[in-house]
């Protein structure tokens, strides 16, 4: 198994944060799913590699996160790890139960250590995620990349990118 077939995690969770002002626009709930085969040099939430860190997780937690999600304040939910990709038994639960309580009355916003142009041509489950996604940054963090104060990145070959509008014209726009 390479790192590029690991789609399922083991289901758990690293943390919810009920209301964060850094991950994205606005305010929004954030979660950190856990488990990252990426291994990044100085990765900014390196407990977070190991798939079995934190607690599971359940339909307890799904509740929560939407309930977190519910207030007219709350901007939408953001899904950081780990690695979101390799964790869709998590991260694709969490976009449908989002999408199906909030249509696109909130956005989706996902970190990730892989390549835009990969996952709009990966053929698993990994392309019904991206579907759900408003906003992704991609690419690994590059420590030799690194730069501070970035909006919502922490190395300069990461991107903001506009999903929707990525898909639909099939090369990448980035967000504005
Ligand atoms: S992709 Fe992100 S979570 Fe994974 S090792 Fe790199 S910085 Fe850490």
Request: aromatic content about 12%.
């Amino acid at each position: 198994m390479t790192i590029l077939n690991i789609t399922q995690g083991q289901g758990y969770i690293a943390k919810i944060e009920r209301q964060s002002f850094v991950d994205g626009e606005g305010v929004r709930c954030s979660l950190y799913v856990s488990g990252c085969p990426f291994a990044c040099l100085n990765c900014y939430n390196k407990a977070a590699q190991n798939f079995k860190y934190g607690e599971r997780f359940n339909n307890e937690t799904l509740n929560e996160i939407l309930k977190n999600c519910e207030p007219d304040y709350i901007e939408g939910l953001s899904i950081l790890g780990g690695e979101p990709f390799c964790n869709l038994d998590v991260t694709l639960t969490c976009a449908q139960a989002f999408r199906k309580r909030f249509g696109d009355s909130k956005t989706l916003w996902v970190w990730t250590g892989f390549l835009f142009e990969y996952l709009a041509n990966d053929q698993t489950l990994r392309i019904e995620f991206l579907k759900n996604i408003d906003v992704l940054i991609d690419g690994p963090f590059i420590n030799h990349l690194y730069k501070p104060n970035l909006p919502y990145k922490g190395s300069l070959n990461q991107r903001i990118i506009d999903v929707h509008k990525s898909l639909e014209n099939n090369k990448v726009v980035e967000y504005t």
